[in-house]
């Protein structure tokens, strides 16, 4: 790929999908619309397709990674029923159901056809959330359910792509001794990683951690997918599976958060690439030659899984406004329809033309959904009034409402009081020393920075609540602060202040929540003084009581001058003339009331 490709990428990129966002269709659509304006059927800026193809397939490998990091055991069985039963159903209702009509409309042989039903069962992850985050309907009845679905859809990707080389031995060559070699081989090679994963790949993460140097890490990562995609290649099996092996090995990791930071902006990028590259594949000719017969596929294939999904929705206790609102989300073909067709027509599966009028039914789909969408809802409102009850649960707390950033002495009691609340929180600590300490006392934390963004998207700060930082270095502390402040004004910022020049620097930058290190420690140990000396519990109380509201009292009145160090220490000199007066008062006045007693 040339300097002069590279700019034409990244400019259409660049121009196309803010339009398109605008627009309200989303990003991939303004990818795939980039494609095809500088491919061979549009300007005709890049003709090299297949080798724009192949290397942005690695976006698909990345988010495959990913998605298995994302795996985790606990957050699949919770979602068990939804996953299995309403995902499970729908990719194979809609994967028979297409299938047929692939045969049937299409006169695809049963190998192709079955092929062709199960890539077009299969929704746009990107597209779908994108929109429902858009509209904020992410916690709706139906956006829940979309987000199962979608989930399960991901999963089903690794069966089809896995069973694809076994169809693609040739009609008559798929023998039940060439299937179960095939099969020994890919549970070998991932008994392999799963072996090589727990027993080198942790132990070696920890050690790159430990050098303390981002880049490593980030070579490390890369270095771990693509290691991975390159052993199944050479053993001809999925890279794709690897890279979702790889990442459900590392999902309980307490490098998990680390590594999916470190990966997402490749990703993210090898994505887009891949959707231009996809769009530059786009058989323009069809749409001039055949328009009538690519509109009826389209219309059959939304109507299909739209059917469908408002059918099992309501089966599955969704009301018919969220079952349509679920089917139009859900109505379109995926980007995973890509990854399967160009694969089986290397695999001689397809012919070119027929993969070619596929992808171009999924384009057109993925168009007629922000329209659908639209349509639905208002379709809704008409027929359930303002007035009536919206189709929307209670806002659903966050899985993790709290983020922990640090995870030393005071991160970890603030950790083991929400632990004992039943409050869920993600726990950052960028020493991977102290990960792997507290990590043998069975405490739940991830290495990871959390003064950068992309490693507090990772942890997911947009869905959290309250950050607490415990920070002990004073620099990262407000550098963090600042970074939240512009990526994630939703977070409440609950803060540690070293001492008070700490805190006068945080509250600069307006957080006004925080505690000092030793000020409650403190107090609570002169108290322990005094009861040591023979001094009464209450009057030692009524002392600690009167220290506290007057020391913070004093706080909030010297950050107005603490940038002047003269008049700062005029200040404190007052404040301690103050504090002994006061002390004076709170004692006649104690010796007046037990004289008044008596």
């Known amino acids: 790929m040339s300097l002069v490709e590279v700019v034409v990428f990244l400019a259409a990129a660049v121009i196309a999908v803010p339009i398109a966002q605008k627009l309200r269709l989303g990003s991939v659509l303004g990818y795939l619309l980039a494609g095809v304006v500088i491919g061979p059927w549009g300007l005709g800026l890049i003709d090299q397709v297949d080798e724009v193809l192949h290397l942005a397939e690695f976006g698909v490998v990345f988010l495959l ?78 956006g829940r359910s979309a987000f199962a679905i979608l989930l399960f859809q991901d999963l089903a990707v690794i069966p089809i792509l896995a069973l694809l080389p076994l169809l693609s031995v040739g009609h008559a060559e798929v023998t039940l001794l060439g299937g179960i070699e095939k099969t020994a081989k890919v549970a070998a090679v991932i008994a392999g990683l799963v072996v090589g994963g727990h027993y080198v790949l942790k132990p070696v993460l920890r050690v790159v951690a430990a050098t303390r140097m981002q880049e490593i890490f980030i070579a490390m990562t890369l270095l771990i997918v693509v290691g991975t995609a390159a052993i199944m290649e050479a053993t001809g099996i999925s890279v794709a599976l690897g890279a979702f092996v790889a990442g459900v090995l590392l999902a309980d990791s307490e490098y998990r958060h680390e590594l999916e930071a470190n990966v997402d902006p490749f990703k993210d990028l090898l994505l887009g690439l891949f959707f231009i590259a996809v769009g530059m594949s786009i058989n323009l000719g069809l749409f001039a030659s055949q328009p009538v017969y690519l509109i009826e596929l389209t219309l059959g294939l939304v109507a299909i899984k739209g059917l469908i999904l408002a059918v099992l929705a309501r089966r599955h206790g969704l009301s018919w406004a969220a079952s349509r609102n679920l089917a139009a989300y859900l109505g379109q073909g995926g980007e995973f329809a890509f990854v399967i067709l160009s694969t089986a027509v290397a695999g001689h599966l397809f012919v070119q033309a027929e993969a070619d009028v596929l992808v171009a039914t999924v384009t057109l789909s993925m168009v007629l959904t922000p329209f659908a ?92 609540r309250v950050l607490v930082l415990a920070i002990a270095d004073v620099e990262v502390s407000l550098r963090t602060v600042h970074m939240v402040q512009t990526h994630f004004p939703n977070l409440t910022i609950v803060a540690r202040a070293r001492d008070r020049q700490h805190a006068y620097r945080l509250m600069d930058l307006g957080v006004t929540v925080f505690e000092r290190d030793t000020f ?73 009331e037990q004289s008044g007693g008596r």
């Open 65 to 142: 990674f990913i998605i298995g990091l994302e795996m985790q055991p606990r957050r699949l069985w919770a979602l068990r029923k939804t996953i299995l039963g309403l995902g499970g159903l729908q990719v194979l209702a809609s994967g028979v159901v297409l299938s047929l009509g692939a045969t049937w409309i299409m006169h695809l042989p049963p190998a192709p056809a079955v092929v062709a039903g199960f890539s077009l069962a299969l929704s746009s992850t990107a597209f779908a959330l994108q929109m429902l985050g858009e509209r904020g309907e992410l916690t709706s009845r139906h």
């Open 373 to 464: 969408v639209q349509g639905v809802a208002w379709f809704n409102a008409r027929r359930a009034p303002a007035a009536g009850t919206p189709d929307y649960e209670m806002p659903a707390e966050s899985e993790h409402p709290v983020i922990i950033a640090g995870f030393g002495r005071v991160g970890g009691i603030v950790a083991r009081m929400l632990r004992a609340k039943r409050i869920g929180f993600v726990a950052l600590e960028a020493n991977p020393a102290q990960v792997d300490f507290v990590r043998r006392f069975g405490a739940k934390v991830y290495y990871g920075d959390a003064s950068r963004v992309d490693m507090l998207r990772a942890a997911r700060a947009e869905e959290a």
């Open 520 to 592: 409650l420690s403190s107090i609570a140990l002169a108290g322990d003084t005094m009861r040591a000396l023979g001094l009464p519990r209450a009057e030692v109380e009524r002392v600690q009581k009167t220290f506290k509201a007057h020391d913070e009292a004093r706080l909030a009145e010297h950050y107005e001058v603490a940038n002047d160090q003269e008049r700062l220490e005029k200040r404190v000199r007052e404040a301690a003339v103050e504090l002994e007066a006061l002390f004076e008062r709170d004692e006649l006045e104690a010796a007046g």
